[in-house]
């Protein structure tokens, strides 16, 4: 176990490459509960959110659900989540749990009195239910006849009796489903999955695996790959800025700005290779001899049998192929530049 | 965890097997389980002069990377040449076929180092 954000949150179960190797093959089931849960409800409440989020919370229908972000002034990323939309007025935030306090009151303050923002840590439960027998696994734990959602979206059904919503994300590149509920029926839900997944080869799974198999799906962390002072347009994650909607958003004149002129920095992905040292948050990153930026994210990918990597570099940035360098205990260690999803998308 | 009662430990989870001819460096149980499953490990050159406390060797799950610190002075003098291909044995066998290198410590008789039961002791704490 090891303190993360507030919380005690286990490394591991079995062991890192046993969850990581399940969750591709089988299933892993994951305790999100750390993950801010945060209920946004009353008449205005899409107006608010519109004001806040770089993705436009407009396009969501009922039951549907998109990658998001908190952004400042200057267009840096405060925090990434999900957005549902559960109803008329009424959606759900998935937030970091190390941005969940503060993320709280950035809605609050930039919100509107007849707007709630309800859901301070520890009062709700989240599961996620990852890997190619996800679907199998939960579909005999829901009433008969449950029409399970489609990819990015969510129902509010019953695991065994007990109601939650049901989402088809996830951070894992995997098909899958993420869980939310009361911590009364969080362990129940826990303790019946891991029951009828057994025999499909589902295990446990924690922080560890999580951050290999986000990592080899290219999906960035925050604290590392996305922070107040990198925006979504450098983390190469422009798709989920919405520029054409009327309304401002905090820091969208920066970054119409930065779209328009091009920007400065930019996160490409990187593989070493076979026997040679991984690499890891924090190391720089050389062209022909000269430093261009650091790596981000790094681990020696499970998968692939090799380090893989999230890197900040200058602009023009090196493009897909071409040879670089990073820097591990005084020595240049050989590298590719790679596109940042690491494995073919499923 | 297995802790031999024939090996000296150092609090930094390194073990250390006095032979005849030199002596034998590893890292203990606790460490491999600690670390979890090992995907790479760099080794230092042989014939190359180390203080004791001195990083010696890097060992890398996929968790984190892990310095490992020479238990005594004196020279290396062999390396486990399989580690490179399979580095997954400091996992399987911690104590045996998962050694690190080999040295030839500068004192007969190595000092502050811990034995069995006051390592153990350590990881109770």
């Known amino acids: ?346 | 965890m297995n802790t031999p009662n024939d090996l000296l430990y150092a609090k930094s989870h390194e073990w250390l097997r006095l032979e005849k001819d030199g002596a034998t460096v590893g890292i203990t149980d606790h460490a491999q389980s600690a670390l979890s499953d090992v995907v790479f490990v760099e080794l230092p050159k042989t014939g190359r002069k180390v203080k004791a406390g001195e990083v010696v060797a890097t060992v890398e799950s996929v968790k984190a990377a892990s310095d490992i610190y020479a238990p005594v002075a004196g020279e290396i003098t062999a390396v486990n040449a399989t580690l490179p291909n399979d580095p997954g044995m400091i996992n399987r066998e911690p104590y045996g076929q998962g050694w690190l290198f080999r040295i030839q410590p500068e004192q007969p008789n190595p000092t502050g180092l811990l034995s069995s039961s006051d390592y153990t002791a350590t990881l109770t704490r």
């Open chain 1, 1 to 346: 176990m090891i303190p993360f954000a507030g919380w005690n949150l286990p490394v591991e179960y079995t062991g890192l490459l046993a969850e990581h190797k399940a969750t591709r093959q089988a299933a892993g089931l994951f305790d999100i509960s750390h993950m801010g849960q945060i209920r946004v409800r009353g008449c205005g409440a899409l107006a608010a959110l519109e004001s806040l989020l770089a993705n436009d919370p407009a396009k969501l229908r009922d039951g549907e659900g998109h990658y998001s972000f908190l952004t400042n002034e200057k267009g840096g990323v405060l925090d990434d989540l999900y957005v549902y939309r559960l109803g008329s007025e009424d959606f759900l935030l998935v937030v970091n749990a190390s941005r969940h306090k503060e993320d709280l009151q950035t809605l609050v303050q930039g919100g509107h009195p007849n707007v709630k923002f309800i859901g301070e840590p520890g009062q709700s439960a989240g599961l996620a239910l990852q890997g190619p027998k996800s679907e199998g696994i939960l579909l005999r734990l829901v009433p008969e006849g449950t029409l399970l959602p489609a990819k990015n979206h969510l129902i509010q059904t019953k695991i065994q009796g007990m109601t939650a919503w049901v989402a088809r994300t996830g951070y894992t590149g995997e098909d899958g489903f993420e869980i939310f509920t009361d911590t009364e029926s969080g362990p129940k839900i826990w303790n019946a999955i891991l029951e009828a997944g057994k025999k499909d080869g589902l295990l446990p799974c924690g922080l560890g695996s999580r951050d290999s198999l986000r990592l080899e799906s290219g999906f960035p962390l925050h604290g590392q790959d996305l922070s107040p002072e990198i925006t979504p347009l450098e983390a190469g994650l422009g798709f989920f800025v919405d520029l054409s909607r009327p309304r401002p958003f905090p820091g969208r004149a920066q970054l119409e700005k930065a779209k328009k002129d091009g920007v400065s920095r930019s996160s490409i992905g990187l593989v070493g290779q076979p026997n040679q040292p991984p690499p890891r948050h924090g190391y720089p990153v050389f062209l022909d001899g000269k430093q261009i930026g650091v790596v981000t994210s790094g681990v020696p990918s499970p998968t692939l049998g090799h380090g893989i990597a999230l890197a900040l570099v200058t602009t023009p940035a090196p493009v897909c192929g071409q040879d670089l360098e990073f820097e591990v205990r005084g020595r240049r260690i050989p590298a590719k530049v790679s596109p940042r999803r690491f494995l073919p998308k499923k």
